[in-house]
């Protein structure tokens, strides 16, 4: 895969905001009645203004600090993706202290590892699957003085529920009122905010260290990029104990986008339909899944209609190729063609995209080049970048009106980036980890 990434970038940008609780205070000041998220419940999907989200954050951080959480203690979650996430990840943020990340597919050993290598000392549990990993295994993880689960009851003793944790900081609020914004102004750009643990396929997880500088920089270096909006609608399932989902969230605290927020990929097609996003990132392995999908589909059916779609595809690529590649505008024969061949072939697929899609963002692996020029030619441009969880994922990132398939795009404002003389990528700047938590030779390994 050809790569666009050697060379730094230094436009101009935004004073980034002091920490992640500064960003989302900010947000609520500026627009407080705007649609923040959309959550799906069991009876449809509801909508949630930036001044309704921060009541609850302030509800979870009192809570926290009144159960004893200081600054950068550990609180981790355990959950797929799903808008409590989001409420805990700012509450716990809120309140001065640090997201520990657990995937919800992670073994319980490995839930084990990461809870005491972390110190955490509080874990929202998603339901009664996480919290079985943690009570098999809590004789293992002496540091967790409570369990908060998303879903069910308390027990009265361990485990409460994500309600009375709320109820416990409303109390706390009534009694001093000032206690989280107080507790918002101890927090520091170079304070730990997330320690965000590898998937461990090769060998025992490893926490990156990232700070409040990180993900407030990256919020602010992807204003500059200037073609997210306000007014923007994002479809959010990605993980978000993964550094791609955390910052889509930083982005949104930056600029005030909405998003809609539900993890289950077996219900992401409806909900694209429902949502009509105007944006989304994914990994390569969802857009290969579409392109397999509606590729195999008519060659299934054959006849008129696989030589229609073919048609269409070859008129939709040669197009996006001489625009792309050598930046030739369709003449109005072409024009016509793909005309036609939207309306017979990929007004279907847009519209099964929600109808409104301005472009997808790709990332954590390669996109075959294939998949992409099939989506381009569709009118659904895929927007691929580069970045690792030590650079708080985003690095680099192709721009509309500057696709180039096959490359990662151009590098961030603020960002720098080489290649060593053993061909291995170095980067530098704002975006970049801390080091590894407790592993001070790894950490001294990744920096030259």
């Known amino acids: 895969m050809t790569k666009t990434m050697t060379g730094s970038a230094t436009a101009p940008f935004p004073t980034p905001a002091r920490s992640v609780a500064h960003m989302l205070q900010e947000r609520v000041r500026v627009a407080p009645n705007s649609s923040a998220f959309m959550r799906r419940t069991q009876t449809g999907w509801t909508t949630i203004s930036w001044q309704n989200f921060n009541e609850q954050v302030v509800h979870i951080a009192a809570g926290l600090i009144g159960l004893g959480l200081k600054n950068e203690e550990r609180v981790a979650i355990a959950s797929m993706t799903r808008y409590e996430w989001v409420a805990a990840d700012l509450g716990i943020l809120t309140a001065g202290g ?17 809870l005491n290598d972390s110190e955490t000392k509080f874990v929202f549990a998603e339901n009664e699957e996480q919290l079985t990993k943690l009570r098999n295994r809590k004789h293992q993880i002496p540091n967790v003085k ?10 009265g003793d361990w485990v409460i529920s994500l309600d009375e944790l709320e109820e416990m900081g409303r109390q706390q609020l009534r009694s001093t009122p000032r206690l989280v914004s107080d507790r918002i102004e101890t927090i520091k750009s170079e304070n730990l905010a997330t320690l965000m643990y590898t998937s461990g396929t090769t060998g025992r997880p490893k926490g990156v260290v990232l700070l409040h500088s990180n993900w407030a920089f990256e919020g602010a270096t992807i204003e500059t990029l200037g073609f997210l909006r306000s007014d923007d609608v994002q479809m959010l399932w990605l993980p978000l104990a993964h550094s791609f989902g955390s910052v889509l969230l930083a982005a949104q605290l930056q600029i005030g986008f909405t998003t809609a927020v539900d993890g289950q990929v077996d219900r992401l097609v409806e909900n694209l339909s429902f949502v009509k996003p105007t944006f989304m990132g994914a990994v390569p392995r969802i857009f290969e899944k579409i392109y397999a999908k509606v ?11 696989a030589k229609i779609f073919n048609w269409a595809l070859n008129v939709g690529v040669n197009a996006a190729k001489a625009k792309r590649i050598q930046g030739i505008e369709p003449d ?3 024009k016509a063609q793909l005309a036609i061949a939207n309306k017979l072939v990929f007004s279907k697929l847009q519209k099964r995209m929600g109808g409104r899609i301005r472009f997808f963002v790709s990332g954590a692996a390669a996109l075959s080049t294939d998949v992409a020029w099939f989506f381009e030619a569709a009118g659904l441009t895929i927007l691929e970048g580069y970045g690792l969880t030590e650079t708080s994922a985003a690095t680099t990132l192709n721009r509309p009106h500057s696709v180039g398939i096959g490359t990662v795009g151009e590098i961030f404002n603020g960002m720098e980036i080489k290649l060593d003389t053993d061909g291995e990528i170095l980067i530098k700047g704002p975006g970049v980890m801390k080091g590894y938590h ?3 030779e790894e950490t001294a390994k990744c920096f030259t």
């Open 98 to 114: 640090a997201v520990t990340t657990v995937y919800a597919q992670t073994e319980p050993d490995d839930v084990a590892y990461i």
């Open 146 to 155: 409570k369990v908060i689960v998303f879903e069910g009851r308390g027990d």
């Open 295 to 305: 590729t195999g589909d008519v060659e299934h059916e054959g006849g008129a209609k």
């Open 332 to 334: 109005r024969a072409t």
């Open 438 to 440: 407790n592993l001070p």
